[in-house]
T-cell receptor, first 112, second 114 residues
């Protein structure tokens, strides 16, 4: 059974810092890995998706990497802003049609 | 393009009562998902529909939860009777097809069972 773990559970940083969120998964035979953002009272917004054959994906100030063999992914946020404050979730999909298995999330607070 | 719509946004009920949630996916999306997100946890898939057929309901507590998508468009999730541990946010999502990676999420319904 696939299990996804995110560390840390919560993180508070001053504005402008670069930061790294971690995600690990127990079964390395994944189809893809996705990072989501969740704002309070709102649904999830997809940030980045990495296919199993890829090593990283970038979008603006966000960079996500994937190391399948070690069962790890990181989300790097450059020059953090207060607007980045949210909960960040990673999720893995094991086959093209299978369900997403989510981690418990990292709650990020960026202080002005 | 309108997003995934859910109602109600909030619901408070007593244990052993019944409750129903409604979801209208993005127009043209064949696949619809219901997730349960307990406070402090990631979402857990309850049921996945492809058009009006069930693809995956392995994590749905079928003794008290039911869901339908009769015309392959909107969907209803019901809990009967509710337990305290059902307190959670219920998220609906949709995608073009079940193999599509892009799932679009609604705002969720926050259920409190007292």
């Amino acid at each position: 059974k696939q299990e996804v773990t995110q560390i840390p559970a919560a993180l508070s940083v001053p504005e402008g810092e670069n930061l790294v969120l971690n995600c690990s998964f127990t079964d390395s035979a994944i189809y893809n890995l996705q990072w989501f953002r969740q704002d309070p009272g709102k649904g999830l917004t997809s940030l980045l998706l990495i296919q199993s054959s890829q090593r990283e994906q970038t979008s603006g100030r966000l960079n996500a990497s994937l190391d399948k063999s070690s069962g790890r992914s990181t989300l790097y946020i450059a020059a953090s802003q207060p607007g980045d404050s949210a909960t960040y979730l990673c999720a893995v999909k094991e086959t093209s049609g299978s369900r997403l298995t989510f981690g418990e999330g990292t709650q990020l607070t960026v202080n002005p | 393009e309108a997003g995934v719509a859910q109602s109600p946004r909030y619901k408070i009920i007593e244990k052993r009562q019944s409750v129903a949630f409604w979801c209208n996916p993005i127009s043209g999306h064949a696949t619809l998902y219901w997730y349960q997100q307990i406070l402090g946890q990631g979402p857990k898939l309850l049921i996945q529909f492809q058009n009006n057929g069930v693809v995956d309901d392995s994590q749905l507590p079928k003794d008290r939860f039911s869901a339908e998508r009769l015309k392959g468009v909107d969907s209803t999730l019901k809990i009967q009777p509710a337990k305290l541990e059902d307190s959670a946010v219920y998220l609906c999502a949709s995608s073009l097809e079940f193999w599509e990676h892009e799932q679009y999420f609604g705002p969720g319904t926050r259920l409190t069972v007292t």
